[in-house]
């Protein structure tokens, strides 16, 4: 079982930046981390994609977002990174850690979600 924690939330002003980080733990020699990411969600609306980077660094992110944040990884640590700059208060959110796993037991492959406990981000004057 993976767990994950975040941290770097908070309250921020317009224009201003904040971190973001994801550390996942408790995955066992069989377990490889594949994608890892972001999502984010405010009242009334559903889960959204922020960002997400594979292990083999490739990156997709939310047009919204685009140019202003950068998700990052370090394997060493199972940790992902979102850096978010110039932000805006209609990046106010709940953001959610992601992780995919794939198990390997032989031949046999099982793919694994698992999701942070959220992190609030409010950007306001």
């Known amino acids: 079982q993976v767990q994950l924690v975040e941290s770097g939330g908070g309250l921020v002003q317009p224009g201003g930046s904040l971190r973001l980080s994801c550390a996942a733990s408790g995955r066992t020699f069989n377990i490889n981390i594949n994608t890892m990411g972001w999502y984010r969600q405010t009242p009334g609306n559903e889960r959204e994609l922020v960002a997400a980077?594979?292990?083999?660094?490739?990156?997709n992110y939310a047009g919204s977002v685009k140019g202003r944040f950068t998700i990052s990884r370090d394997n060493t640590k199972d940790t992902v990174f979102l850096q978010m700059n110039s932000l805006r208060p209609e990046d106010t959110a709940v953001y959610y850690c992601?992780?995919?796993?794939?198990?390997?037991?032989?031949?046999?492959?099982?793919?694994?979600?698992?999701w942070g406990q959220g992190t609030q981000v409010t950007v306001s004057s």
């Open positions: 980077i594979t292990n083999s660094d490739s990156t």
């Open positions: 992601y992780v995919r796993t794939i198990a390997t037991r032989g031949y046999a492959k099982k793919k694994t979600d698992y």
